[in-house]
């Protein structure tokens, strides 16, 4: 049997865990009192009572991935992803976990691992940003981080897998309020980054008008803003019948023979 350097070996018979072998070669020593004919048949249904599984643990570290979705305190949806690295370091390590976390066939993958882990993750971010505000969250990332990679290291232990590194990033749902956050990260009040990204998309539908909007100033054409006379709507004796009427554009010239 052979054991590559990034790998343990977990050696099992009948579902007993006989040995755990680290990196080399190894001849595995069957029993020297082999049954046969009837008894072979009897107790064993005819297969060999000797039957061994050889279970690899991957000592190397390796990458996953969850993500989810979360509230702030406004009730905002906020997005997050978290990036985290584990690795078994040791041989009772590999054992626990041969033990302890159920796999299916004969593999033990990365992603059923993540499906243990990833209600763990999600309730960690929960707890810090479900108190922050939205524009605040941000500010929150290496506390969320230290959060995290503590509820994640006590919940891995019991399975023998260490955890190493864990990376998180949250931002908002909505397009929208993340392009408005990064307006007001400029000093922009609320009004004023409205302003400049209702701006920014009058400018992408190629209004020219989209400048006024930005500073908050009405459109003029060629210098002149048309008003209204509303003098005779202002009395109190106005009524409908009372209003002047329109007076009729001029006719046309006539042209001189």
Avoid at 26 to 51: C, N
Wanted: charged share 15%.
């Amino acid at each position: 049997m052979t054991v590559e350097s990034n790998h343990f070996c977990v050696l099992k018979s009948r579902g007993a865990i006989l040995n755990v072998y680290e990196t080399g070669q190894y001849t595995v020593q069957t029993p020297d009192r082999p049954l046969f004919g009837s008894m072979q048949q009897a107790f064993y249904g005819g297969q060999s009572p000797w039957q061994y599984e050889a279970l690899y643990i991957n000592r190397a570290k390796l990458v996953l991935k969850t993500g989810g979705m979360a509230l702030s305190r406004e009730m905002a949806e906020m997005v997050y992803s978290v990036d985290y690295y584990i690795h078994v370091e040791t041989r009772e390590a590999a054992v626990q976990l041969v033990q302890h976390m159920p796999y299916h066939g004969h593999a033990l993958t990365t992603q059923e691992i993540n499906a243990y882990a990833g209600p763990v993750i999600e309730q960690a971010v929960n707890q810090v940003v479900q108190i922050t505000p939205l524009e605040a969250v941000n500010e929150k990332i290496h506390d969320l981080s230290q959060i995290v990679f503590q509820h994640l290291q006590q919940f891995l232990a019991a399975y023998g897998i260490a955890l190493d590194t864990v990376k998180v990033l949250v931002f908002p749902r909505d397009e929208r309020m993340k392009a408005l956050i990064s307006l007001k990260a400029f000093g922009l009040s609320e009004i004023e980054a409205v302003r400049y990204y209702t701006a920014m998309l009058m400018a992408e539908q190629g209004i020219i008008s989209a400048p006024n909007m930005a500073i908050g100033q009405p459109f003029n054409v060629n210098g002149i803003q048309p008003t209204t006379n509303a003098d005779y709507y202002t009395g109190n004796n106005y009524s409908p019948d009372s209003a002047p009427a329109s007076t009729p554009p001029p006719p046309p010239a006539q042209p001189r023979r």
